[in-house]
């Protein structure tokens, strides 16, 4: 008998919660938003929701949205707890990053990147000198224009990411040779929405390990330094 009313109670907490979170979807989906993934928060009362347009916390009635950084407070301070939901999406996409690794790794850095962007292009000029000073860079696609069927730039950047060798792809696009054969954008439009969760704005956007951004373009010993002091 415990057990059958135990499995009732289960099955209706399921219930509610998957009301709530449809509440949830149809009133961001009503207010423009799309494609809303609604997610348990570490806060009793509110919803994590993953949008377009980056996280919110939303409350389980859909009433009331905050939108901006949320902290767990550690013994060894403030975790941001977006960032680190974020970190396990992050590393489900190792498969699809161009990596230029370091023999002696002391960081590992994921760049959200533009093939269109000079910064970009100036931060991978000297790949050879990060990987040097010990960082290990991964790169993400991060069109600055969105990821509309039709953008070139997001077609060239899907076609480097699913080439073959990857790696070579990337370098002859950064040497002026793009490629000939577009794609639409698939991997490319995850890794753009990724970016967004982690509130990335322009390019190039350093991510750490420990899911902060660091925004802009640093030369590879200010970037070094940079990690060593976070």
């Known amino acids: 008998m415990y057990k ?9 907490f399921a219930f509610y ?7 949830i979807i149809a009133k961001l989906t009503k207010m423009g938003m799309q494609q ?24 389980d009635d859909a009433k009331y949205v905050l939108h901006g950084k949320l902290y767990e407070l550690t013994d060894k301070g403030p975790v941001d707890v977006a960032a680190k939901s974020l970190m396990t999406t992050l590393e489900n996409y190792k498969n699809e990053m ?6 002696n ?10 093939i269109s962007c000079y910064y970009c292009h100036k931060l991978h000029e000297q790949i050879k000198e990060y990987n040097e000073q010990g ?7 991060f069109p600055r224009r969105g990821v509309a069927s039709n ?13 073959q060798d990857k790696v070579q792809a990337l370098n002859d696009a950064e040497q002026g040779n793009l490629p000939k054969h577009l794609k639409a954008p698939n991997i490319v439009a995850k890794h753009y929405k990724l970016g967004v969760a982690f509130g990335v704005q322009g390019t190039p956007a350093i ?10 373009y640093l030369e590879p010993k200010a970037l070094l330094a940079e990690l060593n002091n976070k």
Do not use: C, W
Request: proline share 2%; glycine share 6%.
């Open 4 to 12: 059958f009313f135990t499995a009732v109670f289960l099955a209706l």
């Open 17 to 23: 919660a998957m009301a709530d979170d449809k509440a």
């Open 36 to 59: 809303v993934e609604v997610k348990d928060s570490p806060i009793q009362g509110l919803k994590t929701a993953n949008t377009e347009e980056g996280i919110l916390y939303v409350s």
């Open 98 to 103: 161009i990596v230029y690794p370091a023999k």
């Open 105 to 114: 790794e002391k960081h590992v850095v994921t760049i959200f990147m533009d």
């Open 135 to 141: 960082i290990t860079v991964r790169y993400l696609a």
């Open 151 to 163: 953008d070139q730039t997001a077609q060239q950047m899907e076609a480097i990411f699913t080439a």
């Open 207 to 216: 991510l750490t390990e420990n899911g902060e951004i660091i925004g802009g």
